[in-house]
Nanobody
Framework: QVQLVESGGGLVQPGGSLRLSCVAS????????MGWYRQAPGKQRELVAS???????NYGDSVKGRFTISRENMKNTVYLQMNSLRPDDTAVYYC???????????????WGQGTQVTVSS
């Protein structure tokens, strides 16, 4: 199994920045896509950003131009640089990873425990 551990969350003022990190460990075969999802109080979980092992990125419309996702494949680590933060960015941010099975036939989804990001004055 794969374990994901997030770090970097906290409280920041509107307009500020935070950098989230997620490290994957355990029985990793081939991490294909890694990304970040978030869930705000009273809202559904949504995709924030994702990145493949080849570097292809995808962003949610609400964060495009403000957030940047990156990864370091050799360290099984994904980052999320969050700039120009707004109060509606407040949410629990969850790391996600898609790992290929050892027989090359499927992918498995793994989730971290989440890290709280609060944007408030």
């Amino acid at each position: 199994q794969v374990q994901l551990v997030e770090s970097g969350g906290g409280l920041v003022q509107p307009g500020g920045s935070l950098r989230l990190s997620c490290v994957a460990s355990g029985n990793i075969f081939n991490l294909y896509a890694m990304g970040w999802y978030r869930q705000a109080p009273g809202k559904q979980r949504e995709l924030v950003a994702s990145i493949t092992s080849g570097g292809t990125t995808n962003y949610g419309d609400s964060v495009k131009g403000r957030f940047t996702i990156s990864r370091e494949n050799m360290k099984n680590t994904v980052y999320l640089q969050m700039n120009s933060l707004r109060p509606d960015d407040t949410a629990v941010y969850y790391c996600h990873a898609e790992d290929e099975t050892s027989d090359y036939t499927d992918f498995e989804d793994f989730w971290g425990q989440g890290t709280q990001v609060t944007v408030s004055s």
